[in-house]
């Protein structure tokens, strides 16, 4: 994405910027591969689908990718006929094949060549097009470097080591393999982005809510005198007060992590990301359903239990344990089924919520500094980071380790429901906790203050985040899928609304030096008086 500079409102006028660029630069890419008649080594390669007949019998369908120079792929199969698929004579397609191979889609081996010379020496055979299998189990893009249009005018697409094995096993038991190749497009709107939306601002919303959520409602007077009291210097002691200086190096930390994950990434760093993970979201969600359940019924969670080793507790605290830990190993040995998105996201959103009960902001100057420092690392590791690196190091991480499957957990997801290519839509832990730790903030400051929704600031940080998180969403579809920074379009729309709103109200100077304690003293003294 082309970034604009920023001029005045940080809020309203860098989103607007980052649309108008980035409608220009979908128009203009529509444009340039309009026209199919030519190719070239820089035309758009795209993913493709390739169905499979076994004699006559449809089988599996496997994707692929074309390369730079291939001739343009249908969008649709309708109306495609089936082309018969035969290996190349030499495997390697890099000198005159021994055969004709006129209406025949040939297969060819990676190596030996240019995969420039593979596509020119089928199409001089007559094949109607060339499927390259790579040797290894992901797939690459095929490019080439001449500068002048070709004389390509066959598909020529590269599929992985396991598309290749499924079809050599076909091929050598002598039955007749046909192929058809076409590159469905995802839709611009997803109904499953829009779920997600949905997802965040209500997690971010209830988790600066949570403590009037899980508040005990009316009680009965006797069951108070009888019932002890709750200790709040021991909860205050729970709470950690974030500073200017522990905001500076968590990001530094985030970056420092975020290298590593990139540089040595594989199944066992991941299997490492799950256990912290899991450790994290049991706490969680033990602490949000235990929360619920006192608020509800406030003579729940009497009885205690002695546990060997961990001492005495409740008995409903530790049934309620023993559930979320059966949650969290249920969900990792499911991880990889379709259905485990709704696990990974209730046991993300009560980590979010726990997190936020955790830790606090105590006035917008730390705010600031956090949330200014999580934006422009953001847009490093998304944007910047390519000319360092080989690739986007946010991007390569968020897709966690290809060869074995696994991904990291710290993402909501949710799955695209009508792209054709599957796959889901996700967002970032980093993307709710940041802007959920400035509305926590607000939340305590508008009840210290006693302030009405009009006169207050969580709900206008409310609509802002949820405008925030819309135009990261309209980003990604005018930059065709391209990963977007979250940050970039959401600390503009909280950060910089609790600012303007606080410049207009004349409290911009008290919410930047806002000392809580101070005014807790304040509220208690006036009542006493």
């Known amino acids: 994405m082309k970034r604009g500079n920023r001029i005045c409102n940080p809020s309203s006028v860098f989103p607007a910027l980052?649309?108008?660029?980035?409608?220009?630069f979908f128009i203009l890419s529509s444009t340039a591969s309009a026209d199919g008649s030519l190719t070239f080594c820089d035309n758009t390669s795209v993913s493709v689908k390739i169905k499979i007949w076994v004699d006559g019998i449809e089988g599996q369908t496997l994707e692929g990718?074309?390369?730079?120079?291939?001739?343009k792929i249908p969008k649709t199969a309708n109306g495609l006929a089936k082309q018969s698929a035969v290996f190349a004579n030499p495997l390697n397609c890099c000198s005159n094949l021994s055969s004709e191979l006129s209406g025949f889609t040939a297969l060819a081996r990676r190596g030996d060549c240019d995969y420039l010379i593979k596509a020119k020496v089928a199409q001089a055979a007559g094949a109607a097009g060339l499927v390259v299998i790579n040797d290894s189990e992901d797939i690459v893009e095929m490019s080439c470097s001449e500068k002048t249009a070709l004389d390509v005018s066959i598909p020529v697409v590269m599929i992985s080591k396991i598309g290749g094995d499924v079809l050599n096993k076909s091929l050598s038991a002598g039955?007749?393999?046909?192929?058809?190749?076409?590159?469905p497009e995802s839709p611009i709107i997803d109904p499953g982005a829009a779920c997600l939306w949905l997802m965040a601002v209500t997690t971010v919303v209830c988790a600066s809510l949570w403590p009037d959520i899980t508040k005990s409602g009316a009680t009965n007077g006797n069951y108070d005198e009888l019932s002890p009291k709750p200790n709040h210097k021991d909860n205050e002691d729970e709470i950690i007060e974030m500073s200017t200086m522990t905001a500076v190096i968590f990001v530094i930390s985030a970056s420092t992590f975020l290298v590593l994950l990139y540089l040595f990434m594989s199944s066992w760093f991941i299997w490492?990301?799950?256990v912290f993970f899991c450790l994290g979201a049991v706490e969680g969600m033990h602490s949000c359903i235990v929360a619920l359940v006192k608020s509800k019924c406030r003579g729940c969670g009497q009885k205690t239990v002695n546990v060997p080793l961990f001492g005495t507790t409740t008995a409903m605290s530790l049934l309620v344990l023993l559930f979320c830990m059966s949650f969290a190993i249920f969900w990792v040995w499911t991880r990889k089924e379709s259905y485990s998105w709704v696990g990974q996201d209730i046991l993300g959103i009560c980590l979010i919520i726990a997190v936020l009960q955790l830790a606090q902001l105590p006035n917008i100057k730390v705010a600031t500094v956090l949330l200014c420092c999580a934006f422009m690392y953001d847009i490093f590791w998304v944007f910047i980071s390519p000319l360092f690196f080989h690739d986007s190091v946010m991007i390569s991480v968020a897709q966690g380790d290809i060869s074995s499957g696994e991904s990291i957990p710290m993402v909501l997801r949710f799955p695209r429901l009508l792209d054709p290519w599957g796959g889901y839509s996700i967002l970032g832990f980093g993307d709710i906790l940041f802007p959920g730790l400035l509305l926590s903030f607000t939340v305590r400051y508008d009840k210290a203050k006693k302030r009405?929704?009009?006169?207050?600031?969580?709900?206008?940080?409310?609509?802002?985040?949820?405008?925030?998180?819309?135009?990261?969403?309209?980003?990604l579809y005018l930059m065709n899928g391209h990963g977007q920074p979250a940050l970039l379009y959401l600390v503009p729309c909280t950060l910089g609304t609790c600012i303007i709103l606080g410049l207009v109200r004349n409290e911009l100077k008290e919410l930047w030096s806002y000392n809580a304690n101070e005014s807790k003293q304040t509220l208690v003294g006036d009542e006493e008086a």
């Open 18 to 24: 980052t649309v108008i660029y980035g409608v220009l």
């Open 65 to 71: 990718q074309s390369a730079t120079f291939s001739a």
């Open 175 to 183: 039955g007749k393999v046909e192929l058809l190749v076409y590159a």
């Open 272 to 274: 490492v990301l799950i």
């Open 452 to 475: 009405t929704w009009q006169s207050g600031y969580f709900v206008w940080l409310a609509i802002g985040y949820a405008c925030g998180l819309l135009l990261t969403y309209l980003a």
